[in-house]
């Protein structure tokens, strides 16, 4: 291969992968298509061997700008679609279980718009039917556009949707029952899980077996990934390059040695043996599912084998450049998944610190170059993730460097030698039993990790010189003829993170309020420069989840949360809250029913914190004939002459009671119900005629909140109105003698407000 043709394949792929970006679903880039055709044509004409190159970019452009076009159309969100599908993963949750569909049919009623567009679904299915992957349903589902919450320094689970291929979400209807069309072939994959469930083994071990060697990434549970993710160890857990080069070196490795006892004269020149080592990466991966990250382990190891066996093989940059673009061709998706990013930019930091130098000799040889290499990667690595995640877990290089050959050379070995001698009675059982040994061992090191250094979440101003202080270690140290000086310099640099990563204060008499996007609910979280409070703790959803658990890394703190009433779409999240993080007081109307003690908020309480006034404005003390709506907890602050208003779910005959107490003008309101018509009166908007109005409610949700009556009263009020289902989160500050900007997390192209 000419040293020429990997760089401009991987460059055009990226080009055309890009291209499609830019263009985005609306199609931007449509009305240069005729210039760009011509541009093409000329290049063509000049240098007709650039076609390859324009095939493969053009290739790339097709495919994304084919994924924009897959979305659900925004005529059938919310409308009952027949479909015929096959059942590609299964989540089982309690009560529910989380299905990723492959649809083949989908049948709506004519006078809604045509739903052949749309092919990956991800649905959950209520109540205690069971489905296996493989199988085929016909079944009636309530869908909507991938969508997913927008709050600051968060997932992007809108933009996960759209890489993993998934057009559209939503449930599986009770009504019409679903229909079984046809059972599941298994797979090998699935024989293995089924005989893994089987095995006299603690049920962590067998999560943990399933998603070291068959993929199955998904029987991990949520306390699995939370440690995994606080140590920086999940690399350690999908099927990477780690798992798929070590089938492949441990294939290479037995074929040789057969090799060289059956020609001892000539078995370094045989090829079978690199042929099996690959056939096996190969068979590996497949038997993995062949996801991305096993798609992308495989094509990488494929690589490595071609290169190290030195037959007319590329040098490692060159096929570094050619795997990039062998993985963007058959998955262009894949230029947003940041996994890939970190496998290709360790990789070239592995290439840059070991060119030139000597493969490494012996046991002790072998171990300082893990130890090395370890030790230059972790920075940049830490790097990395800080700037996809926007956070960094502190203990990950030395838990890393314990954990990296512990997992590699003990557990995967262990793991993969249970499955070849599993046909033997009770020999496969003992060393899963060792196995289960060094799981605990394992499991051990990353509770104590997280205990003494727990995960890290710096504040947004932080981010940027963290990542360059790592990049400067990084490079200090694995960069040749580096001066010593520059090197310890970069090194006491780093030695201060500790006293850089401190919570972002303001300045005392200011308050920064932040609405949370949770969907249908509500979650208001109010900082000043030494108190944090909390008004509400989001929903909790019919299948567990709560939105509260994705906003924060765990062990926050909170001086009070205010729970204005246990509606599950205020409360839901009372138990993530109690769980993860330290609550100093608990506030809640009397009569509420909450799973945790609370102090009882009434009306005429008011305290100062910060140069901050706090008001409760109701419900009256004592007993009441109330309604759980009507008995929120209204909350008033104030500072300097702003006041914000949050009423809770109150209905208007409450409204009318607060408005003598209300403090005039209203900055910012938070209308009551999520603005459902039962709230926000016409004296009341009057009275308090907010500057701003927020409605904290769910993207088309069932309650078509908020109702057109109350937009319409707020608008003749001259207010300016925001949705955190269309904004996104809502933040802004109040600070005496300045005006309220409220600021968006989702900004609309070519329609953002101005108040």
């Not at 067998?206 to 990434?217: I, P």
């Amino acid at each position: 291969m000419q040293l020429g043709m990997a760089l401009p394949a991987a460059l055009a792929v990226l080009i055309g992968t890009l291209a499609a970006w830019l263009s985005g679903p609306e199609g931007m880039l449509q009305s240069l298509l005729p210039a760009v055709l011509v541009l093409v044509l000329c290049l063509v004409a000049m240098r007709p061997t650039r076609l390859i190159w324009l095939v493969i970019a053009g290739w790339a452009f097709a495919n994304v700008q084919q994924e924009w076009g897959r979305s659900l159309p925004a005529g059938l969100s919310g409308e009952d679609v027949t479909i015929q599908a096959k059942v590609e993963s299964v989540q089982q949750e309690v009560g529910s279980s989380r299905l990723r569909l492959a649809v083949d049919a989908c049948q709506v009623p004519d006078y809604l718009p045509r739903c052949q567009s749309f092919t990956g679904v991800r649905v959950s299915a209520y109540g205690d039917r069971v489905y296996r992957v493989g199988e085929r349903w016909q079944m009636t589902l309530r869908l909507r556009p991938p969508h997913g919450f927008a709050n600051p320094n968060t997932f992007n689970f809108e933009q996960w949707l759209w890489r993993e291929g998934i057009h559209a979400t939503g449930y599986v209807r009770q009504d019409p029952a679903p229909v079984r069309l046809s059972e599941a072939t298994p797979t090998l994959r699935q024989l293995a899980i089924k005989k893994l469930s089987t095995q006299p083994l603690e049920e962590r071990t067998k999560r943990w077996l399933a998603a070291l060697t068959l993929g199955a990434s998904e029987q991990l549970n949520q306390e699995d990934w939370a440690l995994l993710n606080a140590t920086g160890t999940t690399h350690l857990v999908v099927i990477s390059g780690l798992h798929v080069g070590l089938v492949a070196s441990f294939m290479l490795l037995l074929a040789r040695l057969a090799a060289r006892l059956l020609t001892p004269t000539n078995w370094r020149l045989s090829v079978w043996p690199w042929w099996l080592a690959g056939a096996s990466a190969v068979g590996y991966a497949m038997l993995a599912g062949l996801a991305p990250p096993a798609m992308r382990a495989m094509i990488m190891t494929l690589l490595g084998l071609w290169v190290l066996s030195g037959r007319h093989a590329p040098g490692p940059w060159q096929a570094w450049w050619l795997a990039l673009g062998l993985v963007l061709i058959v998955d262009p998706l894949a230029l947003w998944r940041p996994g890939l990013w970190l496998s290709f930019i360790a990789v070239a930091w592995l290439i840059i610190i070991w060119q030139g130098r000597p493969r490494p000799q012996g046991i002790k040889g072998w171990c300082w170059a893990l130890l090395r290499s370890q030790l230059l990667l972790a920075p940049l690595m830490a790097a990395a993730v800080l700037l996809a995640f926007g956070r960094v877990a502190p203990g990950a290089p030395l838990v890393n460097l314990l954990a990296v050959p512990w997992v590699s050379s003990i557990m995967v070995p262990s793991a993969l030698l249970g499955w070849l001698l599993s046909p033997l009675p009770g020999i496969g059982a003992l060393v899963w039993w060792c196995f289960e040994l060094a799981l605990q061992v394992f499991y051990q090191l990353l509770v104590v990790t997280v205990r003494l250094v727990p995960l890290i979440q710096p504040p947004s101003s932080l981010v940027m010189p963290l990542v360059c202080a790592l990049l400067l270690l990084s490079l200090c140290w694995g960069m040749p003829s580096v001066p010593t000086w520059l090197r310890v310099s970069a090194t006491l640099l780093m030695l201060s993170l500790p006293w850089w990563v401190t919570d972002e204060s303001l300045p005392y008499g200011e308050l920064r309020v932040t609405v949370h996007d949770v969907g249908q609910g509500q979650l208001i979280e109010l900082r000043s420069a030494n108190n944090r409070l909390l008004y509400d703790t989001g929903p909790r959803f019919r299948s567990g989840f709560m939105p509260l658990q994705t906003l924060w890394p765990p062990s926050q703190t909170f001086d009070r949360v205010i729970v204005s009433h246990a509606d599950i779409d205020h409360a839901g999240g009372v138990d993530a809250l109690r769980d993860d993080h330290q609550v100093a007081q608990w506030w809640a109307p009397r009569g509420e029913t909450l799973t945790v003690s609370s102090n009882e908020c009434a009306a005429g309480q008011q305290w100062q914190r910060d140069g901050v006034r706090y008001q409760i404005l109701w419900p009256p003390p004592g007993d009441s004939a109330l309604s759980a709506n009507d008995r929120s907890c209204v909350l008033q602050v104030s500072v300097g002459g702003h006041h914000l208003l949050i009423t809770g779910d109150v209905s208007r005959d409450i409204e009318r009671r607060l408005i003598t107490n209300i403090a005039k003008p209203t900055s910012v309101l938070v209308a009551g119900h999520h603005g459902s018509h039962t709230s926000s009166g016409v004296q009341f908007v009057r009275m308090s005629s907010p500057k701003h109005v927020i409605f904290s409610a769910g993207r088309n949700n069932a309650f078509n909140h908020p109702a057109d009556d109350v937009v319409r009263r707020f608008r003749r009020q001259q207010s300016c109105l925001w949705n955190t289902a269309h904004d996104g989160a809502l933040q802004f500050d109040l600070r005496p003698d300045h005006p309220v900007e409220v600021i968006p997390l989702r900004r609309h192209l070519g329609s953002e407000k101005r108040c």
